[in-house]
């Protein structure tokens, strides 16, 4: 693994250069605007071990090859998180063992102090940068981390929100911290959004937290509300029996893959009729409350309903947070896990440049896409 990761971003710089220089190697034409000029020699700490790299250079010495700083910006935060457990009391024995196992050697507190000044100025950069006025879409979750508290180690609610933009690529809108999810912390949440820029929304995807919905309808009162399908159906499973689940799994799934809103509603009242006549009255009573909750993705472009019901995507997201978090465990204070938590959704954002979620066409909510 370290030589193939060796290889490709040796590879990657060589191909900077070139772009750089609008010219291949030996390559003449009127287009190039300067010469090759050797290497020079610079390793890069990572979790398979230290890379021996060659950084080519021009003539002019003007390239600048982004490989390093786009590669180890997380890198860092997790180095930065790692100090702060060395400082609050963790064992030194046990930071040392996975920073060895992360990177493949040990780190100096003067790097890891020079590290916070300017990862810290980068992520809160990035958390205040002022948004677009409108985004068609926003998806809403959050996950729970361990933060030492007062001697205590207590959950920490991350909250993130992703949006879509009218034309159809999605970004990271923000990551914010508090002791529980509620109205309070969501409310803080959209007035942050609100503050930086972003005046209206059309359809918002999450679960059913009460309180993320009463701080939605104060701060964008002409949002429409998605409840996540599969948060959904995880909590109707939840409360049948074990030899019922599967048969309740089928007749949901069909209620979400029907064609229409119709459709949709009718197959919905036979779940409700099927549950009735299996004893739970209380079950289906709340399914077809729920219809209006589960079935407005109905409203959006046909192309765009499966991506739209769920917040499936966010979830995915949170799974690399965690495979993050997990080696850190606890945290020594809500600071450290929000560079890490930034640092992490930074990079995704990178991944994401370019690649469009979902395709734009026609009108959603009176706006031309």
């Known amino acids: 693994m370290r030589r193939l990761l060796q290889t490709l971003l040796q590879r990657i710089m060589e191909e900077e250069l070139t772009q750089h220089l609008n010219a291949q190697p030996y390559e003449r034409s009127p287009e190039r605007c300067g010469w090759r000029n050797g290497h020079y020699p610079r390793t890069l700490k990572t979790r398979v071990g230290t890379l021996q790299l060659l950084v080519p250079r021009d003539r002019n010495g003007q390239f600048r090859t982004e490989v390093f700083e786009r590669y180890s910006r997380s890198e860092k935060a997790l180095l930065a998180t790692l100090q702060q457990m060395v400082i609050k009391g963790v064992s030194t024995w046990k930071v040392r063992r996975v920073v060895e196992e992360l990177c493949g050697d040990a780190v100096s507190k003067s790097f890891v102090s020079s590290v916070f000044k300017a990862l810290d100025e980068e992520v809160e950069a990035w958390r205040s940068r002022p948004l677009k006025e409108y985004y068609p879409y926003l998806i809403c979750d959050a996950m729970y981390e361990k933060v030492r508290r007062g001697g205590r180690v207590e959950g920490e609610a991350v909250m993130v929100v992703v949006g879509v933009d009218e034309e159809g690529y999605r970004g990271v809108l923000g990551v914010w911290c508090g002791v529980a999810e509620n109205g309070v912390t969501w409310g803080e949440v ?54 019922d689940a599967s048969e309740v799994r089928r007749l949901l799934k069909d209620v979400f893959g029907a064609p229409d809103r119709e459709e949709a509603e009718r197959r919905l009242v036979k779940v409700a009729e099927w549950l009735r006549g299996r004893g739970y009255e209380k079950v289906a009573e709340d399914v077809e409350e729920a219809a209006d909750e589960v079935l407005a993705f109905y409203g959006l472009p046909e192309a765009h309903r499966r991506k739209m019901r769920t917040t499936n995507m966010l979830e995915r997201v949170f799974c690399e947070l965690r495979r993050r978090t997990r080696v850190v465990r606890v945290f020594p204070d809500e600071g450290a896990l929000i560079r890490l938590v930034s640092c992490v959704l930074m990079e995704l954002e990178m991944e994401w440049e370019g690649r469009r979620y979902v395709s734009m066409e026609g009108k959603v909510y009176g706006r031309c896409l």
């Open 190 to 243: 959209f007035e942050d959004l609100r503050r930086r820029g972003l005046r209206e929304v059309g359809f918002v995807v999450s679960d059913a937290s009460e309180g993320l919905r009463d701080a939605l309808r104060r701060s964008y009162p002409g949002a429409e509300w998605q409840r996540c399908s599969v948060h959904f159906m995880r909590n109707v499973l939840g409360r049948v029996r074990a030899g």
